[in-house]
Structure formats: C-alpha cells, structure tokens
C-alpha cells in the first residue's frame, strides 16, 4: 500500500475542535490573501505572485489530523503490536452507527476525512483490539443491539462499560486535543 492511497472516515469530534479546524481554514487561506497582496505590493506581477503563492505550502487539514493520530498510536496504550483484524471484525467495524456510550452532554460534530489508508488501517486496529474484550462483555450481556430497550440500572451498567471503549473517534478527539492545533477537552 503506498502513502499515497487514502481512506475516507468519519469520525465525530468535539465542536470545538471542529471550529477551532474551520479557523485554522480560514486562517490560512487569509494568510495566502495577505502573502500574494504582499507580493504583488513589492513589485510583482499578480499572475507571477499567484504562481509563487500556489508553489507555497499550507498543511491541508487532512494532513494536520493525520499527523496529531500518528502521535497518539504511538503511545504505548495503543501503540500495539496487534495481530491484523479479521475479515469479520473489519465488516463489523464498517457498520454505520456510534459506539456505545453516554453522551455527557457535550457537543459533537461529524467530519470526514481522506486520511492515509495506513493509518485509518492502525487506527481501527488499534481501536478494535483495545475495545474487543468491553465490547464481547456488552454483547454477552446483552446491553448493545438494535431496539434493545434497557433498564436504568442497564443503561449506567452500559455506560460504565462504554468508557472502557476506544473508538476511532475517540482516538482521534483525543489526538486532536493532545496534538493538534485544537487545545480542548479530553476524554
């Protein structure tokens, strides 16, 4: 597989992290405004400065949430080794619909990304292994399924099992807040 291949995944982030990205957006593409006003004040032409403008590089966002979720499986509690996921666990992994888990309240927002096809591979890996035995446990007992109605008493045993749990989400909220341009809160 080489670097250039990529996987699109989605992922839901903390809001703020989420506008935190969208000002880092909007930052850069001021920052080229003001290099090519810049340039073409000293004398350039504006189809030279725009050249020279494209040939500069910004990271891509893509690239900066890569970066911070490369730092965060390389932390020993997920860094691995892990034995590669089966054929069923990766059609498992690839069902739409959140891992289990009580909101807390705070606010999410969805994000997809086209990251290295590599790491989305590690991440789900990582995250699958970490989480196998919780998620084997809430199965057994019966506290996750589609329509499953659950007791109070069910619903908190649920939750407390769920915070054993490492989504690829997860993950990557927690490599956001821990590495990249977003400082905010970690789970």
Known sequence: MTESQKTR??????ATQGGRLAMLAKQQ???????????????????AARIIVAGMSWPALEE???AAVRLRLAEPDLAGPWRPLSKAEVARLALSGRWPGASKGISLVE???ALPSDLVESLRTASWRVSEKTLRELDRLGLVGS???LTEEQKQQRDELAERLHSPGRIVRQALARFGPTAGPAE
Do not use: D, H, Q, S
């Open 29 to 47: 593409r001021e920052e080229k405004k003001a290099t090519l006003k810049a340039l073409i004040a000293k004398g350039e032409k504006p189809r």
């Open 147 to 149: 329509g499953v109605k």
């Open 64 to 66: 900066t949430v890569a």
């Open 111 to 113: 994000r997809n990304y």
């Open 9 to 14: 995944i989605t992922v839901w982030i903390f």
